[in-house]
């Protein structure tokens, strides 16, 4: 298991022709995405890659927080989710794992 802190970097993209990750006809994405890296800076740094990998064109992080299990205790769908990602995102070498939300564009964050 790495040493490596694990971050989730929140982030807007353009949907890219031949995205790997479309499920409707949206246009923009909301990612969060679980990134192992030492700093935040490394962690952010690594996104734009990943993304473009899956045709997202990478337009905004809106926030990024280090994981840490304390913050994610309650039984919610969301907590059990940001937990299952984080933990398998820690044995990872790069971004691996995302959770993506539809929306209709920039200004409906």
Do not use: H
């Not at 971050?7 to 995205?19: F, H, T």
């Amino acid at each position: 298991m790495s040493d490596k802190n694990i971050w989730i970097v929140y982030s807007l993209s353009r949907v890219m022709e031949d995205c790997m990750v479309t499920f409707d006809d949206t246009e923009y994405l909301l990612g969060e995405t679980f990134v192992p890296a030492d700093t935040m800076q490394l962690a952010i740094n690594q996104v734009e890659g990943f993304l473009l990998a899956k045709k997202l064109e990478l337009l905004e992080i809106t926030k990024c927080l280090k994981y840490d299990p304390q913050d994610w205790q309650d039984d919610s769908e969301k907590s059990n989710e940001i937990n299952k990602f984080a933990v398998r995102a820690q044995g990872e070498p790069e971004p691996k794992y995302s959770i993506f939300t539809s929306t209709s564009g920039p200004d409906k964050l």
